[in-house]
């Protein structure tokens, strides 16, 4: 139930929300580890979407089902997908989403050409992925320290980290060209146990001076691509400059949730439940 969302469509420093906007009304979407339908309930009823899930968590099928925003949903490990398990989605969906899905993944590169198969010809696939280079990752690696953490960038079950530019080379190999790029950001601090101000002030300075040590996610949209070479330079450029990036502020609720994550690890678990349930 960890990653179970809500989709708050006024909080535009989401991935969620970010994603809700590349998709047109009237659109066929395959939501790729669609959790307990945050996405698709927004995609139904606001832009008349066709939504398909495919999930690996039983809880959050179950979920799924009695929202009633799908018009199918499975339970799928996607280490085990076969593009013939699914043979009517063959060129079927407008979009395939894979919203905080492959970092989790043992073979990302191998389930993303495969999912490619159910995308139609002119169809696009939208992605998000963690920024490993987020300030708080810089700081904590100059102090020695690489802590997993229940959630975040160093999130326990991560199996894959990557930067913009290894997002770029990972979009390519697989045949697909960004058209539209947005990020997600987050405080300097992140969920790492020591703060940027442990650093001297010239090497913190020297940090925060660079936009991709505030970005949490990137976010893409992207197209089907044959031409390698091009497709690497137009990917890269588009990750470099990711859009207006807000630099995000720590509040309160930040503050507490850095708290409890890195001091009381063990209550994550229960506040994620309370939080989906209220």
Do not use: W
């Amino acid at each position: 139930m960890l990653y179970y969302k809500r989709f708050n469509p006024e909080n535009k420093n989401d991935s969620l929300t970010q994603i809700y906007a590349f998709i047109r009304p009237d659109s066929t979407v395959l939501d790729v580890g669609c959790a307990g339908g945050a996405l698709a309930g927004a995609l139904k009823q606001n832009k008349n979407c066709l939504v398909y899930g495919l999930e690996g968590n039983s809880q959050n099928v179950s979920l799924a089902l009695n929202s009633g925003f799908f018009a199918e949903i499975n339970l799928q490990d996607l280490n085990l997908l076969k593009v013939s398990d699914y043979p009517d989605y063959q060129a079927k969906f407008d979009y395939i989403v894979c919203g905080d899905v492959l970092e989790h993944l043992l073979e990302p590169e191998n389930v993303l050409t495969k999912l490619r198969n159910y995308l139609k010809p002119d169809g696009r696939m939208i992605i998000s992925l963690p920024n490993v280079a987020h300030a708080s990752i810089k700081a904590n690696l100059l102090l020695d320290d690489f802590s997993y953490t229940p959630l975040g960038i160093l999130d326990k079950t991560h199996l894959h980290f990557y930067t913009y530019r290894s997002i770029a080379r990972l979009l390519t190999d697989v045949k697909l060209t960004i058209v539209k790029a947005s990020a997600v950001s987050m405080p300097v601090d992140g969920y790492q146990p020591n703060p940027t101000t442990k650093l001297p002030a010239a090497v913190r300075k020297f940090i925060l001076n660079d936009i991709h040590s505030h970005i949490m996610q990137y976010v893409v949209c992207c197209r089907i691509e044959t031409r390698r070479r091009s497709a690497y330079l137009i990917n890269l450029r588009m990750l470099r400059n990711p859009g207006s990036v807000t630099v995000a502020e720590k509040n309160l609720v930040f503050a507490l949730k850095r708290f409890i994550i890195t001091k009381f690890p063990g209550l994550c678990p229960l506040l994620e439940k309370l939080r989906i349930y209220r």
